[in-house]
Structure formats: C-alpha cells, structure tokens
C-alpha cells in the first residue's frame, strides 16, 4: 500500500506537522514544519533591490522590513516590474519588482528568488519566465501528444505571456479536469502578475498553501492508495482541495481515528525521524552505508560490514552495491539531500556489473518526484550524482527544532 501520512508528533518539545509518504512498508519521503508555522516557499512579493553585487551576478532584493533574498542576474528572465519599467533593461538599485521564494534559507544563507513566477497545479505550472509548451518527462509520446491537442488553442495564442509545462499527473486527469486547472492558474497568474503590478512595495501577492497541502498536490496519485490524517481541521482542508481539484480522489482520503494506537506510532515514523538523525544505515545483507553532509556536497560510503569471508567476494560484492543502490535512493528523498552527491560503492571488478549497478541505481532515482540524475562512475569508482535544491535538508529542520530548546 502506498500511502501519504499526514500527523503531528512531539519532537524536542515541539509540535510538528508531518507528511510522510509511505511506500512498499518503508517511509520514503518526510517533510515536518512547526504546527502553525506559516510557509514561504512559493510565496510571491513585491520586492526592491537594494544592492547589486556584480562579482558574483547577483542582487540583494528586500521582500519586508526584516526578510532579503538573493536574485541571481540569470533568475532575472522577462521580470515584471512594479513601477513601470521594462524588462528588457539592466536591474538596478531601488527597482521594484515582483519575485518568488524558489528555495528555502538553508545553511545561514538568504532565501533564493527567481523573476520567473510558477504557478503549480496538479497537472500543469504555469511559468512567467519561460514561455514554452513543455511536458514532463516521465509522460509518454502517447501522453505527451494528447495533452499536446489540449493545449492547441494555447499554443496559437499570439504574443502568449506565460508558458506551461504539464507534470507527470497529467497522465491521469481527464481533459475537462486539465481545461479547468489550466483555468484556474490563468486566473492566479492575472491576479498576481497582472494587479501586483500596481501594489506597494513589500506586498505578499501570492501566498503559497499550507506545506501539506503542496505534497498532496504533488504525489503522483495514480500509484497512492489512501490519504489519512488524524486531524480533523487538516482533514477538512484537504477534503475541500479534493472536492474543487481531484473529486474522484475523496474516496482515499480517511479520518484516522484509533485514540489507543497513534498514527505516527502506527507507521513508525519516530523510527524514521531517527534514522535521519544517524550517518550509519545497516542493510539486510549485513553491510552498511555511512552517510555525511559537507559544505560542498554529500558523501556516501558503502561498506561490506559483517561481510568477512573471501569466497565469492565479487558476487556478494554485487548483491550488497545493488541493495545500496535502492537503499541509496531512499535515504536521499527521505534525508532531502541535494546537490552533489558522491557515492563511494564497494570496488566490483567486473565491468557488466558496473553497468547494472548503474542503471539500478537511475531506475531508482526515477520514482523521486524531485529531479536528480546519475552522472558516471569516476576511475576512481566513486559514482557522481546531483538532486535538485528545493527544500533544506530535513537534518537542519530537526536540528533547528533541537536549538530552539537549548
């Protein structure tokens, strides 16, 4: 069964909402935020330049009185300005423009902005920055093409100020259900980018939902299997989500209700939580990942552990890489790590098995909805990947959680 977990656990003192996504009898995926604490991420603004730093081609943009971001030049593509100039000219201090959160503060850096707006949907995004007709690729030619005749009458709009790209649901909606999400964002899109135009600066123009919300928007639904909460108030709100987006998804959604045995108890999801506070993962086969977060990347050891004999070694070898290699893909959506990550596996002499370990490994990448990619494995045997930063990793959430108790 393949599940979203939607809770609150106390954890050091603090009580946190929990999304966990729940698959093959593993939790593969965690997100936790303070309950009542409100998300930024997504979130639209008014903002202003304050400063441009050109050595690294970046500027310094104020969204409040007390909050900054950090606009690479490059993020600056067709921006919207708030006080009337163009586009097409130099950014400059005091011009006020309209800017999204696109990557939360991590690591006592600012939050990152961008001038491209995205508006999500479950099927489609809608994009101010790059206005192109695109289409996820995980859909198929065949998928690809029908969503294609949908999209016709977009794609002849002239002078079209937005563009769009279908997400891998698309697969699965109807093409009423598309055409009325294609509706909505049009309508948000016009509210945010057309109005905001004309709002003071430091406004908040587009607030993005609450963060359990977001991930019931983004699981890919056509493999879930049920939605359940314990809390009658998120209930609701995820009903009314269901009922406007996806009514045909309601009958999945359940109220968990057993006041003996907790829902995070009920799924282990302490269990999980502590696993991330760990570097060290056993495997079944007796060997062992260490995991290790620097400033510059993530690293990742695979080691034989109780492994001691010298008899068939290639092929145990083998079977360890391949179970890392799932367990890998694993622990990296659950940790939320990102950016470059080095994977030192167990030396294997026998190139065709190189090759499968590989391809093992890509195929598991594939099921994370967060864009990451294999590389090539170096002559050193340590094989180079990359995931998207959206999110900071779940360590400094839980870490942040600790501190605010010290």
Known sequence: MNKLIITEILLDEVLCTVCAVFRDQKVVELRLEPS????????????????????????????????????PLNQCTNAIYA??????????????LLVQINREAMKGKLPALTTNLNFSGKYLVLTTGNRKIGFSNKLSKEESSLLNKW???????????????????AAEATKEEFLHELNLLKKQYEKTALHGRNRTCYSLLYESESF??????DIYTRDLDEIVTDIPAIYEKISEYLSEFQPDKLQILNLYQDKLLPLYKLY????A???????KIWLKSGGFLVIQQTEAFVSIDVNSGKYTAKKKAEE????INLEAATEIARQIRLRNLSG????????MQNLDHQDELFHVLQKQLRKDPVKCKAIDITPLHILEMTRQKVRRPLIEDLRDLHQQQQ
């Not at 002239?158 to 790209?165: A, E, K």
């Not at 145990?316 to 079977?319: A, D, F, P, Q, V």
């Open 340 to 347: 470059i990550i080095l994977v030192d596996f167990i030396n």
């Open 212 to 217: 359990y919300l977001a991930a019931v928007r």
């Open 151 to 169: 999209l016709e009458e977009e794609r002849n709009l002239p002078d079209r100020p937005y563009g769009l790209i279908a997400r891998t649901n």
């Open 268 to 271: 282990s999801l302490e269990s």
């Open 36 to 71: 009542g604490k409100k998300n930024t991420l997504n979130n639209i603004y008014v903002g202003q330049v304050e400063n441009i730093a050109a050595n690294i081609q970046a500027a310094f943009v104020r969204l409040s009185d007390s909050v900054n971001g950090y606009l």
């Open 316 to 319: 145990t070898y083998r079977k």
């Open 273 to 279: 939580i502590d696993e991330v506070r760990h570097e």
């Open 83 to 96: 006080d009337g100039r163009k586009s097409d000219q130099p950014l400059r201090p005091g011009d006020q």
